[in-house]
C-alpha cells in the first residue's frame, strides 16, 4: 500500500537514488530494529543536534563583558537591561519561527530545514562577534536577537518534529520529550564552561567567531542522519521473506482446487427438472391453488 503522507509523496517525487541516499544508518523494517534505532540512534543525532542551543540559553557567560564593552557595569540599570534584551530577544524569534515554520516540516523536509538553520545560526554567532567588536548594538540585535534565534526555532523545530515521530511510532512519546528536554539542559551547562574558555583564549569578540565554526563543525552532521519515520518506512522497498513467498503460493493452491472441486459438485448436485423428479399426476407435480389448501 502506498504511504498517504505528505513527507512520502514528495520523496517518492524526488525519485528513489536521490531519496534512499539520505538518510544514513537506516533500520530494517523489523519491529525489533526501528525499536533499537529509535532508542539508540535517534537519542545520539538528537543531542547534538541540541549543540547550537548551548550559546542559545547560556549567553550569561559573556553578558557581564558584553555590557561593558557597551559602558554598562550594571545590569540592572536602564541601558543595561537594552543590551541583555539584546539576547533574550533570540527566544522571542525563535518561538515566532518554531511557529511559523513548524507546518512547512512535512513538505519541505525536516534535514534541509535543520541544515539551513545551522548554517545561519553559525553566520549568526559570527556577525555578532563583529556587531561587539565595532560596539554595534543595533548590530546585536539584529544578528543574535533575530537571526540567531530565527535559525534556532528552525533547527529546534525540524530536530523535535523527527524525535517526536520516531518515539510516537515505535516508542513512547514521553521518551522523546524527555530526552529533548534533556539535550535542552545539558549543553548550556557545558557550556558554561567552554565559554569562558573560549573567551580567556581568543577574547570576547573572537569567542563568538570561534564556537560558531567549533560548534556548526559539529552540529552540521545530524544532518546526514535525522529523518521523519515514513522516509524509512515507506520509501524502501518491501522485501518479500521465502516464508510469505510460500504461504502466498499455497494459498493460490488451495484456491485453485477449491474452486474446481466447487464446479464439479455444482455440476453433480445440478436438480434435475421437476417433471423428472415427481411423477405426473402427484400432488407435487400441479401447482397448488387457494381451494387444495
Known amino acids: 500500500a502506498s504511504c498517504p503522507s505528505p513527507v512520502a509523496r514528495e520523496l517518492r517525487r524526488a525519485g528513489n537514488g536521490r531519496v534512499m541516499a539520505l538518510p544514513l544508518l537506516r533500520p530494517q523494517l523489523d519491529d525489533a530494529a526501528l525499536r533499537r534505532y529509535t532508542y539508540r540512534v535517534v537519542p545520539t543525532w538528537s543531542l547534538f543536534g541540541c ?5 542559545f540559553y547560556g549567553f550569561n557567560v559573556w553578558i557581564i563583558d558584553v555590557l ?15 543590551v ?3 539576547f533574550t530577544l533570540a527566544t522571542l524569534s525563535c518561538g515566532v519561527s518554531s511557529a511559523l515554520v513548524g507546518r512547512w516540516v512535512p513538505r519541505i523536509g525536516a534535514r534541509r ?5 545551522t548554517l545561519f545560526s553559525c553566520c549568526a554567532m559570527v556577525l555578532s562577534g563583529v556587531a561587539i567588536e565595532y560596539e554595534s548594538l543595533v548590530g546585536l540585535y539584529l544578528s543574535w536577537g533575530v537571526l540567531y534565534g530565527l535559525s534556532q526555532g528552525c533547527t529546534f523545530i525540524a ?19 524527555g530526552w ?18 573560549a573567551v580567556y583564549a581568543v577574547g570576547l569578540a573572537r569567542s563568538f567567531q570561534l564556537c560558531a565554526v567549533v560548534l556548526v563543525v ?12 515514513d522516509e524509512v518506512t515507506c520509501t524502501a522497498p518491501q522485501v518479500a521473506s521465502a516464508k510469505d513467498l510460500q504461504q502466498h503460493a499455497d494459498a493460490e493452491n488451495a484456491s485453485r482446487d477449491g474452486n474446481g472441486c466447487s464446479d464439479d459438485s455444482t455440476t453433480a448436485s445440478t436438480p434435475t427438472s421437476r417433471a423428472d423428479a415427481a411423477p405426473a399426476g402427484s400432488p407435487m407435480a400441479e401447482p397448488m391453488t387457494m381451494r387444495q389448501v
Open 51 to 55: 549543540l547550537l542551543m548551548g550559546p
Open 68 to 82: 561593558r564593552v557597551f559602558g554598562s557595569r550594571d545590569l540592572w540599570s536602564p541601558f543595561g537591561a537594552t
Open 84 to 86: 541583555a534584551t539584546a
Open 113 to 117: 530545514i535543520y541544515f539551513v538553520g
Open 159 to 177: 530536530l523535535v518534529t523527527c524525535c517526536m515521530g520516531w518515539f510516537r511510532k515505535h516508542g513512547a512519546a514521553g521518551h522523546g520529550a
Open 180 to 197: 529533548i528536554g534533556f539535550c535542552l539542559g545539558f549543553w548550556p551547562a557545558v557550556f558554561s564552561y567552554a565559554g569562558p574558555a
Open 218 to 229: 559539529i552540529a552540521v552532521w545530524p544532518a546526514l542522519f535525522i529523518c521523519m519515520p
